[in-house]
Antibody, heavy 121, light 110 residues
Framework: QVQLVESGGGVVQPGGSLRLSCAAS????????MHWVRQAPGKGLEWVAF????????YYADSVKGRFTISRDNSKNTLYLQMNSLRVEDTAVYYC??????????????WGQGTLVTVSS | QSVLTQPPSVSAAPGQKVTISCSGS????????VSWYQQVPGKAPKLLIY???NRPSGIPDRFSGSKSGTSATLGITGLQTGDEADYYC???????????FGGGTKLTVL
């Protein structure tokens, strides 16, 4: 069965950096687009970033553009999110999600358990 | 402020029916597939409806989805206390090239 396991969350000061990882198993990782979605405490879901199955196309939410970088290593079945210049408002649970289909014609069919990122001084 | 608009909350008695609306625009709902997700507090979201009106295996037919123009609707019949959760609609915005979600709707089964 599909399994997505995020790691790398923690407490970081404003302006700091973190790299999240998402280890995938149970499916052919290299064939699927992947996304990061976050949820601030007590708030709704917020889409963060997308990466095409082969890594050739990436999109970002305006709120993270220029600060976050999504990447993947298909040889390691792992998705990454490099987060720089972190702000207090980036505090959230970060989920990686497997995407069935392609942007506009797809859906998030599997989600990890999430990893908490807390940005605080 | 979410790109997609959902009511903050809905409620109904056990056994009753409820609908949750999701309103967008031509650049998102109007020209792309809509999906719906159920999230129990403290847990990850779970896919409920995909491609506007399809249910993944294991999702009971009490859950249904529909889309018309720039709006989508999630319907739940035969409400159970176990259905209490937050529900989110989601799609892609082709003009902005971003994923978008509704603000979420909290379902209370009275």
């Amino acid at each position: 069965q599909v399994q997505l396991v995020e790691s790398g969350g923690g407490v970081v000061q404003p302006g700091g950096s973190l790299r999240l990882s998402c280890a995938a198993s149970g499916f052919t990782f290299s064939r699927y687009d992947m996304h990061w979605v976050r949820q601030a405490p007590g708030k709704g879901l917020e889409w963060v970033a997308f990466i095409r199955y082969d890594g050739t196309n990436k999109y970002y939410a305006d709120s993270v553009k220029g600060r976050f970088t999504i990447s993947r290593d298909n040889s390691k079945n792992t998705l990454y999110l490099q987060m720089n210049s972190l702000r207090v408002e980036d505090t959230a649970v970060y989920y990686c999600s497997k995407y069935q289909g392609h942007p506009g014609y797809g859906h998030f069919d599997s989600w990890g358990q999430g990893t908490l990122v807390t940005v605080s001084s | 402020q979410s790109v997609l608009t959902q009511p903050p909350s809905v409620s109904a008695a056990p056994g009753q029916k409820v609908t949750i609306s999701c309103s967008g625009s031509s650049s998102n709902i109007g020209n792309n597939y809509v999906s719906w997700y159920q999230q129990v507090p403290g847990k990850a979201p779970k896919l409920l409806i995909y491609d506007n009106n399809n249910r993944p295996s294991g999702i009971p037919d009490r859950f249904s989805g529909s889309k018309s123009g720039t709006s989508a609707t999630l319907g739940i019949t035969g409400l159970q206390t176990g259905d209490e959760a937050d529900y989110y609609c989601g799609t892609w915005d082709s003009s902005l090239s971003v994923g978008v979600f509704g603000g979420g709707t909290k379902l209370t089964v009275l």
